[in-house]
């Protein structure tokens, strides 16, 4: 950083549902505080809250409207049934919210990740609002259907959620393009815990299947557990499961294969080892594994931003998918590795190595407001 940049208050705002958010926006919050940059949290769930105020974080809940696809679209019927309850007390307490930030400061910049809090206080403030996330490529750019599933609802949320950025960076681990000035493509943010861990190739392949609705790992990891018992029984196999899935399941560990309750710093120590994973189609989880040089056999849930992602790897030659976890699929996979394991290398050395913390840091601290004051040393 220049030591002419001033110290800049930033609020990010998280989606709160599921870790992904989280995990990468305490990432960059991290990062920023450690620029000597102020930041504070604005996210929905008092388990999402309580995360940050952990990492020494000023944090506060807002609130997240519920907008469900119907037909690859948000109808607006939709919306107003599933929120006209809750619409009162969410309302109040983003009003709350706005109260707080009065009180407690305005910051200087607000960084939004695919969540309505943030952008509605920005424009309230009247101040720059980014958006760091890997949706907006839904919005930005016109990305091709994939089966029966199409951008449309991820379109219209964002739409909501952000009607307007200063500048979007959109997280990508495969090259993407845009004549709009005002977007960016950077690699995406990978914890630092990942990028220092010793990667080996051992002959264990890590698993994680997580619940979407009505969709849980149960199928998954009975089939998976059947083969490598089967047809692959000197490898090893480590299933990771949310802890209240964990019961449910202990029944298919055997030998070699082990069901293991979710642990972060567990899970990636044993990817970083692995020659194979296999998941569902998220976009962290895959992003982590291509930046451990690791390839992966995903089953996408039943969302358009699973089937691209796991459309986009398959076409790379970074991985294969298939729509159910299945023997041949499995074995083809394994049979595979090695090949996969080296292109993901490839590709990662080739577009994953760079830290996109330092170009968000970077553009934010351009910003007209972050001139003029010396920082101190403990800041530079």
Wanted: glycine share 6%; proline share 6%.
């Amino acid at each position: 950083m220049s030591e002419y940049v001033q110290p800049l208050n930033v609020i990010i705002g998280v989606n709160g549902i599921g870790m992904g958010h989280s995990v990468r926006q305490s990432v960059i919050a991290q990062y920023l505080r450690d620029r000597g940059h102020q930041v504070r949290i604005v996210t929905n769930g008092s388990a999402r809250v309580e995360y940050f105020r952990d990492l020494g974080f000023p944090a506060w809940d807002g609130w997240m409207p519920t907008l469900i696809a119907r037909g690859d679209r948000i109808h607006g019927s939709d919306a107003v049934r599933a929120n006209i309850r809750q619409a009162p007390a969410g309302i109040a307490q983003h009003l709350r919210l706005r109260r707080i930030i009065q009180r407690t400061g305005v910051p200087d910049v607000f960084i939004t990740d695919y969540e309505p809090n943030t952008p509605r206080l920005a424009y309230h403030f009247g101040k720059p609002l980014i958006s760091v996330d890997q949706q907006s490529k839904y919005r930005h750019l016109k990305l091709p259907t994939v089966g029966r599933y199409a951008r449309t609802a991820d379109e219209q949320r964002l739409r909501y959620f952000t009607p307007h950025a200063q500048r979007s960076f959109i997280c990508s681990y495969v090259p993407l393009e845009a004549d709009d000035g005002t977007l960016e493509f950077i690699a995406p943010v990978v914890p630092d815990l990942v990028r220092s861990t010793p990667v080996t190739t051992e002959p264990v392949a890590t698993a994680y299947f997580s619940r979407y609705f009505d969709h849980g790992p149960e199928e998954s990891v009975r089939t998976l557990a059947e083969v490598f018992r089967q047809y692959v029984p000197e490898r090893a196999l480590r299933i990771y499961a949310h802890s209240d899935e964990i019961e449910s399941l202990r029944q298919y560990a055997d030998g070699k294969i082990e069901i293991c309750a979710f642990d972060r710093e567990a899970f990636i120590a044993d990817m970083a080892r692995s020659e194979a994973v296999f998941s569902n189609a998220g976009f962290n989880l895959i992003s982590e594994a291509f930046v451990l040089g690791k390839p992966v056999h995903l089953v996408p849930l039943p969302t358009y931003d699973q089937h691209w992602c796991a459309k986009v790897v398959h076409e790379a030659e970074l991985g294969t998918t298939a729509p159910r976890i299945d023997r041949g699929a499995i074995l083809d996979f394994l049979n595979r590795s090695r090949e996969l394991r080296n292109n993901v290398v490839r590709h990662r050395d080739q577009h994953l190595t760079s830290d996109p913390r330092v170009r968000i840091a970077s553009y934010m601290e351009s910003l007209p407001v972050a001139s003029g004051r010396l920082l101190t040393p403990s800041a530079r």
